[in-house]
């Protein structure tokens, strides 16, 4: 009780007093009193054999300050159910078919001490004369290596223990499967997975022949296939493979034993992979169940779970549960890892990913930068995740409007992957469609299409006909010809992206609701408004399937019908579609987001059009401020928000706060804009016909002569 109560006077301690119930006859456990031959004469103390198992019972506290506790323990009783099922379940799992020094060296590489367990296999080399006898060693050694990341050095002890296991066993023997199975992950570690399927795949037919239908390294085999198949992209091979790794898990195994948690993690992301995320989520919250029953609260495996199920809400758009499941990843990991440890890394930069997704992006910024500088600690210059970091910081920047520092992210993503990555390797493919984004976004239409294209012809050399990011490669080019004013090409492209998309997504993917979503677009441009109305229609009935109903891309989708029904005339229509596009928003959204902006300035639109000017000069106010503090002084919306101000005091009558608001709106233009804008000549128009109706008719024709200078050098030079 001393020792225990030491603990009040240090603050990082916890005093334990332990009460040990003991009842001779319930166990065979040796335990005897060594009062005196103990150093300690004045203690009575016992000694317990190693083995003893005592069973915890009830936990009480014995201050107030929750600085000391009594628990009570009672030794185990021979008979105790519970305690047979777990010893007798360790015994099969510690190798029971291995004895001495080997045994001993299988444990260590089981409990991750590598370079341990290789002295250890090394001396059993030297002592080993028998060639024949030398298989197993080999075996082990190549298994070592592969734990340390030597793939080619693991894989030359298999190809030496491969040829003595075949001269000396049976064609189906267990030994010869382990052997194709170790060999089937080092191919798949090396990323070579057509030959690791093929090792996996003998593995697994020497198993069938040799193991009952319900063996547990039935179950592996199955795993490691469905593993490789999900590497490879084939989502319905590797969930077929997995589900049959559960089966024989849930018959051979413990309810809770890890490896069905990682049974149910692997379908998880299977399923995430899909697109089908409900199934995802439930999948690795049976996984994350399971290893909180079986592992220490610390475990890494319960950073991975954490992190899983933080991606599928991501994707699902629920960012406040995606993030927090992200922070519980990355508690787990500061806990458990060390602070440089690329799993850290990964965190870090999921929860930036997180972050930019709800448009906080000082923090993305801050995150990704976390995550760069561990990466850049614990892995080589031209490690692929090093790129990973570079074009998520330049998404953020991108996204920050800062289009030079985003370039130049994404332009070292790129250099990294060129030096780490075969040149057709679909992460190239990422890094050239990023850059492209950024010269869209700068304006640059033809660099932006040569960059897409080249995205392109690596996406068609590196992936399946129908993989979502050649579609994803189609809807880009598609948007750059849009802005270029070539719908018919826009059109193409938005249909070829649709067409992938259709037989590889599941129904409700929210990519599907991308495509239709930007066909409505190019339709409505070329003032097809019916076909317009249908594909915004499709996009928003997929979105409210798969999307939070306050989802802001919902809130796109109500604006985009609201501007197709406003241009058909239907003006109610387009009012009802607006205001629920400005209510998803601003349950969504910041309260300065330019999409708000967008949304009051919409619904003025409507309100002008129905000749309520009182209702449209208050939503363009609306719209004025929230651009005011979201946009540069110079942004072209702010520009517009002038403009419309401009003409609802127009018809208003009010000239003189028409024309303010249109000179401003003209200044703003002219600074923006290249002279021979059509909304710069609008501007001058506008101003023309105020001063027509306050009869200053000089003025009036001056900028009436401007406006058609702006429109004669929009028109082409033929």
């Not at 016992?46 to 198992?53: D, G, K, P, Q, R």
């Not at 409900?278 to 991975?304: C, D, F, M, T, V």
């Not at 997504?505 to 991308?514: R, V």
Request: charged residues 15%.
């Amino acid at each position: 009780l001393n020792f225990a109560q030491q603990a009040a006077t240090n603050p990082n301690l916890v005093g334990i007093l332990f009460i040990m119930s003991i009842n001779p006859t319930d166990s065979t456990s040796v335990f005897a009193s060594i009062k005196n031959v103990s150093y300690f004469h004045t203690k009575d103390e016992v000694l317990f054999s190693m083995h003893t198992i005592f069973r915890i019972g009830d936990i009480q506290p014995m201050d107030e300050n929750n600085r000391l506790y009594q628990v009570n323990l009672t030794l185990a009783n021979d008979n105790d159910e519970h305690l047979r099922t777990i010893t007798d379940r360790i015994r099969k799992e510690t190798f029971p078919n291995s004895k001495g020094w080997s045994r001993l060296g299988e444990f260590l590489i089981k409990m991750g001490q590598f370079n341990k367990a290789e002295e250890i296999y090394e001396v059993l080399f030297d002592q080993t004369t028998d060639e024949n006898d030398k298989a197993p060693i080999y075996n082990q050694l190549g298994r070592i290596k592969d734990k340390q990341g030597k793939h080619l050095e693991a894989l030359t002890y298999y190809e030496k223990s491969l040829p003595i296991y075949q001269k000396t066993l049976a064609s189906n023997h267990p030994d010869l499967a382990h052997l194709y199975n170790n060999i089937g992950e080092v191919y798949y570690s090396m990323g070579d997975y057509s030959k690791a399927l093929a090792s996996h795949e003998k593995a697994l037919t020497i198993r069938q022949q040799s193991l009952p239908s319900n063996h547990s390294d039935l179950g592996v085999s199955y795993n490691n296939i469905g593993l490789v198949y999900y590497s490879m992209g084939d989502c319905s091979k590797a969930l077929a493979s997995h589900e049959k790794a559960l089966a024989i898990r849930q018959q051979s195994l413990p309810s809770n034993h890890p490896d069905l948690g990682v049974s149910y993690s692997n379908m998880g992301l299977v399923y995430y992979n899909m697109g089908d995320y409900p199934k995802a989520l439930l999948s690795h919250e049976k996984a994350i169940a399971i290893k909180q029953q079986s592992l220490p609260s610390i475990h890494p495996s319960l950073g991975n779970s954490y992190n899983n199920i933080g991606l599928v809400y991501y994707s699902m758009g629920d960012y406040p549960k995606a993030l927090a499941s992200h922070e519980k990843a990355l508690g787990v990991r500061q806990q458990s890892l060390a602070s440089n440890h690329s799993d850290l890394g990964m965190s870090y930069n999921n929860i930036g990913l997180v972050y930019y997704s709800m448009s906080d992006y000082p923090k993305a910024l801050s995150f990704h930068e976390k995550a760069l500088a561990i990466r850049q600690q614990s892995l080589a210059s031209s490690h692929p995740d090093l790129g990973a970091s570079y074009n998520n910081i330049g998404l953020v920047y991108y996204s920050m409007g800062d289009y030079a520092k985003a370039l130049s992210s994404h332009d070292n993503a790129l250099t990294v992957r060129q030096k780490s990555l075969p040149s057709n390797h679909p992460d190239l493919g990422m890094s050239y469609n990023n850059i492209g984004l950024v010269h869209y976004n700068m304006g640059d239409y033809p660099k932006a299409l040569s960059f897409h294209e080249k995205a392109l012809a690596i996406r068609r050399q590196s992936l399946p006909s129908d993989h979502p990011d050649l579609g994803m490669s189609y809807n880009n080019i598609g948007l750059v010809h849009y802005n270029m004013g070539d719908y018919p090409k826009a059109l193409s492209s938005h249909e070829a992206a649709l067409a992938i998309r259709l037989p590889s997504l599941a129904s409700n993917h929210p990519d599907l609701a991308t495509s239709y979503n930007n066909i409505g677009l190019v339709y409505y441009s070329m003032g097809d408004y019916p076909k317009a109305l249908a594909s915004h229609e499709k996009a928003l009935a997929i979105k409210q399937q798969s999307l939070p109903s306050i989802h802001p891309s919902l809130g796109n989708s109500h604006n985009n019908i609201g501007l197709v029904y406003y241009s058909m005339g239907d003006y109610p229509k387009a009012l009802s579609s607006h205001e629920k596009a400005l209510v998803i928003r601003q349950q969504s959204l910041p309260s300065d987001h330019s999409d708000l902006g967008m949304s009051y300035n919409n619904i003025g639109l409507v309100y002008y059009s129905m000749g309520d000017h009182p209702k449209a000069l208050a939503s363009h106010e609306n719209a004025l401020t929230i651009r005011q503090k979201s946009l540069p002084s110079d942004h072209p919306d702010l520009g517009m928000s002038y403009n419309n101000i401009g003409l609802v005091y127009y018809s208003m009558g009010d000239y003189a706060k028409a024309l303010l608001s249109h000179e401003k709106a003209l200044a703003i233009r002219q600074h923006s804009l290249p002279s021979n804008h059509p909304d710069v000549g609008a501007s001058y128009n506008n101003i023309g016909v105020l001063y027509e109706n306050m009869s200053n008719y000089a003025k009036a024709h001056s900028f009436y002569g401007r406006a058609v200078q702006v429109a004669q050098q929009a028109l082409p030079s033929n």
